[in-house]
């Protein structure tokens, strides 16, 4: 009837097929999780109005041509350009970079090391959405 010296066997296939599937789902699914926590800020007493910083915006293109604004820059005289062109920006005017991903990462750190010389300390990096 029954061998009772035989030893049971653990098949753990199955598990290890479930275990790799919910692995993967993870991973899909952990860079889309964001978390979000409500917080009351205190009132303020004094009510100041708040003003919006001008903001300039930079873009480089694919061919090297740096937009300001409405004004086009080739990039070899771009550092001569934007520094004649700082003064009549406020010193603490945000300066938001954008360039297309195609180019050289010097050439973007180029742009930035030149606006940082002209004497702007707010200095984003846009990304691509």
């Given at each position: 009837?029954?061998?009772w010296?035989?030893?049971?066997?653990?098949?753990?296939?199955p598990?290890?097929?479930?275990?790799?599937v919910?692995?993967?789902?993870?991973?899909?699914?952990?860079p889309?999780i964001?978390?979000?926590?409500?917080?009351?800020?205190p009132?303020?007493?004094?009510?100041?109005?708040?003003?919006?910083?001008?903001?300039i915006?930079?873009?480089i293109s694919?061919?090297?041509?740096v937009?300001?604004?409405?004004?086009?820059?080739?990039?070899?005289?771009?550092?001569?350009?934007?520094?004649?062109?700082a003064?009549?920006?406020?010193?603490d005017?945000?300066v938001?970079?954008?360039?297309?991903?195609?180019l050289?990462?010097?050439?973007?750190?180029?742009v930035?090391a030149?606006?940082?010389?002209?004497?702007?300390q707010?200095?984003?990096?846009?990304?691509?959405?």
């Amino acid at each position: 009837m029954f061998d009772w010296d035989e030893k049971p066997e653990l098949n753990i296939t199955p598990l290890v097929d479930v275990m790799l599937v919910l692995l993967a789902i993870l991973m899909v699914i952990s860079p889309n999780i964001v978390y979000e926590e409500l917080i009351r800020l205190p009132k303020g007493s004094a009510q100041k109005e708040i003003t919006k910083k001008e903001s300039i915006e930079i873009s480089i293109s694919n061919d090297r041509n740096v937009k300001v604004g409405n004004d086009q820059f080739k990039f070899d005289t771009f550092a001569d350009d934007f520094i004649r062109l700082a003064p009549s920006y406020k010193s603490d005017s945000t300066v938001r970079i954008s360039a297309d991903g195609r180019l050289n990462y010097s050439d973007v750190m180029n742009v930035l090391a030149v606006v940082k010389k002209a004497g702007f300390q707010n200095v984003s990096l846009v990304t691509a959405q």
